[in-house]
């Protein structure tokens, strides 16, 4: 069953064709929408206490798992301090394993990199492409 053209009756089509380009909604998404439902709704029938209680319980939930989501990570990437690693790596176009060991973790905004000593020098690689890990 094809879900992906969903259509809507009120003003609501904007936010139905920013979700279907993402499928997923950011922490700033869910904030947008939050405050649009608040600035458009009825001031004489203002929204059930209960259900913005209920949103605001969701956005605190989500903010607490993506912080335990950065904290797991980053507590990932130190362990691999001191520790043999294999990496997926691109160059030149054409797929690559890289082997080093773990000399040094950095946390960027894109997330947890590691800085492997290789054969040929130091590489700074996202924790995201390392494949195997040894002693």
Do not use: C, W
């Not at 405050?35 to 001031?43: E, K």
């Not at 989500?62 to 520790?83: M, W």
């Not at 130091?122 to 494949?131: F, G, S, V």
């Amino acid at each position: 069953m094809d879900t992906s053209a969903v259509g809507t009756t009120t003003g609501t089509t904007n936010v139905s064709q920013a979700i279907s380009g993402n499928q997923t909604l950011s922490q700033d998404d869910f904030l947008k929408l939050l405050v649009t439902q608040l600035s458009n709704q009825d001031p004489l029938s203002p929204q059930d206490d209960k259900e913005f209680i209920a949103q605001m319980a969701q956005f605190s939930s989500v903010e607490g798992i993506k912080n335990l989501d950065t904290s797991l990570n980053r507590g990932q990437a130190a362990a691999f301090l001191n520790r043999t690693v294999d990496a997926q790596v691109i160059e030149s176009g054409k797929s690559a394993t890289v082997t080093g060991t773990v000399k040094a973790v950095t946390y960027q905004s894109d997330g947890a990199h590691l800085l492997l000593n290789t054969a040929n020098g130091d590489r700074d690689i996202p924790l995201a492409e390392i494949t195997k890990v040894s002693d």
